[in-house]
């Protein structure tokens, strides 16, 4: 039974800084494949970041600002992100699947079809 759960939305100016946490149970893996989507109002989900072993990518847009990581000992996944801007407004999911992961290195990872485990999202708020 995989769970994921979400935090560390809420509202933030532009320019500043927020870390979201991913808690998850029930992977049983000793290498994570997983990854940060994101669902603005009216948009599709969009991928902005993954991670898969010691592997990260990124979106163009997430590229310079945010930042993946994840912490085994804790099971927890971060998204750490800076100088946030409005147009990063959007509820944040969490996303994840067994290995073996998808090839980052040839293009895969932030698709969507390419999980099958996911959060219940907790919204960013980005405005002045």
């Known amino acids: 039974q995989v769970q994921l759960v979400e935090s560390g939305g809420g509202w933030e100016q532009p320019g500043g800084s927020r870390r979201l946490s991913c808690v998850h149970s029930g992977l049983n893996s000793s290498i994570h494949c997983m990854a940060w989507f994101r669902q603005a109002p009216g948009k599709d989900r969009e991928g902005v970041a993954a991670?898969?072993?010691?592997?990260?990518k990124y979106a163009d847009s997430a590229k310079g600002r945010f930042t993946i990581s994840h912490d085994k000992s804790k099971n927890t996944l971060y998204l750490q992100m800076n100088n946030l801007k409005p147009t990063d407004a959007a509820r944040y999911y969490c996303a994840a699947v067994q290995p073996p992961c998808p090839l980052l290195f040839a293009g895969y990872g932030l698709e969507e079809y390419e999980y099958n485990y996911w959060g219940q999202g907790t919204q960013v708020i980005v405005s002045s």
């Open positions: 991670i898969a072993a010691s592997d990260m």
